[in-house]
C-alpha cells in the first residue's frame, strides 16, 4: 500500500510539472522560432511545430521512458552499489518496474486529456462572457433592453489564433505517441484515447460553434512537417515495443 501510494504520488506531481512546463515550452519555442526569421509562413510553422513537438516530446516522454529502460538497471548488487552524485540509484520494486511503468502512463495520459478538455472548453468560455460583459457594460449594444441581434451575438464570439488548429494537431500527434510507443505497458491507452477522441469530437464542435469566430480559410497542400513527426513516431514505436517487451521478459 505504502509502496502504490509513492507511485500515485509520485505520477501526479510529474503530471503537474508536465503541464506547467508546457508553458514554458512554448515560449521557448515561439522565441527561438522567431530569432530564425523566416522566409514564409510555412517555413516558420514548420520551425514551430518541430521545436513544439521536440520539447513536448522529452517533457511528456522522458519520464517513461526513464522507467522503462533505466530505473533499476544499473543499482549494482549487495556490497557494490553504484552511485550518482554520491546517492544510490533508484530500484524498482520486487515485481519489477512494469507495474510502475503502467501506472504512470494511465496518470499522465487520463491526467492530461482531463486537463486539456477543461482548458479547451473553459478559457473560451471565460473569454466569451468577459467580452459580453465589458460590451454591455460600456453601452455598445443597441437594444439592451431586447434578445441581441444575431451581429452582436457574433461580436461577442473569440477570435481564433493565427495558429488555432495548431494546439489541436499537437494533442493528436502526442496522443498518438502515447498509444503506440508505449502500448505494450499500458494496453489500455488505446481505449482511453477512443473516448478522449469521441469527447473532444463534441466538445470542439461545441467550442467552434458557440465560443468562437468563423476561422478564415486557408488552402495548404498537406499536413507539412505532422507526417514526418508522425512517420518517426511509427518507427520509434516499433523499437520500443519491442525493447520493452525483451526488457520485461529477461527481467
Excluded at 511503468?101 to 482548458?119: D, E, T, Y
Excluded at 431586447?146 to 493528436?172: C, K, R, V
Excluded at 511509427?234 to 520500443?240: A, C, F, L, W, Y
Aim: net charge positive; hydrophobic share 45%; glycine share 6%.
Amino acid at each position: 500500500m505504502v509502496s502504490l501510494t509513492t507511485s500515485v504520488t509520485a505520477a501526479l506531481l510529474n503530471l503537474v510539472c508536465i503541464m506547467t512546463f508546457n508553458l514554458i515550452y512554448r515560449r521557448i519555442a515561439t522565441f527561438l522560432t522567431e530569432l530564425e526569421i523566416h522566409r514564409t509562413q510555412s517555413d516558420y510553422e514548420n520551425s514551430l511545430t518541430l521545436k513544439m513537438y521536440m520539447l513536448k516530446f522529452v517533457n511528456y516522454y522522458s519520464s517513461v521512458f526513464y522507467i522503462a529502460f533505466f530505473k533499476g538497471r544499473f543499482v549494482g548488487y549487495p556490497g557494490h552499489y553504484n552511485s550518482l552524485f554520491g546517492y544510490r540509484q533508484e530500484e524498482c520494486g520486487t515485481g519489477g518496474c512494469l507495474f510502475e511503468l503502467s501506472l504512470q502512463l494511465a496518470i499522465i495520459v487520463a491526467g492530461k486529456q482531463f486537463i486539456n478538455a477543461v482548458v479547451e472548453m473553459g478559457v473560451p468560455w471565460l473569454l466569451r462572457v468577459y467580452k459580453k460583459w465589458s460590451v454591455h457594460k460600456k453601452g455598445q449594444c443597441a437594444h439592451e433592453n431586447h434578445a441581441p441581434t444575431q451581429w452582436e451575438s457574433d461580436y461577442n464570439l473569440i477570435n481564433q489564433e493565427e495558429l488555432g488548429l495548431f494546439s489541436e494537431y499537437l494533442e493528436m500527434v502526442l496522443q498518438f505517441g502515447f498509444v503506440t510507443i508505449f502500448v505494450v505497458a499500458f494496453p489500455l491507452a488505446p481505449l482511453f484515447a477512443l473516448l478522449n477522441n469521441i469527447t473532444e469530437i463534441r466538445l470542439d464542435a461545441r467550442k467552434f460553434i458557440t465560443f468562437l469566430r468563423r476561422p478564415v480559410a486557408e488552402r495548404v497542400k498537406n499536413i507539412g512537417i505532422w507526417y514526418r513527426i508522425l512517420n518517426s513516431v511509427g518507427k520509434i514505436s516499433v523499437i520500443t515495443n519491442i525493447s520493452t517487451s525483451v526488457t520485461f521478459l529477461v527481467i
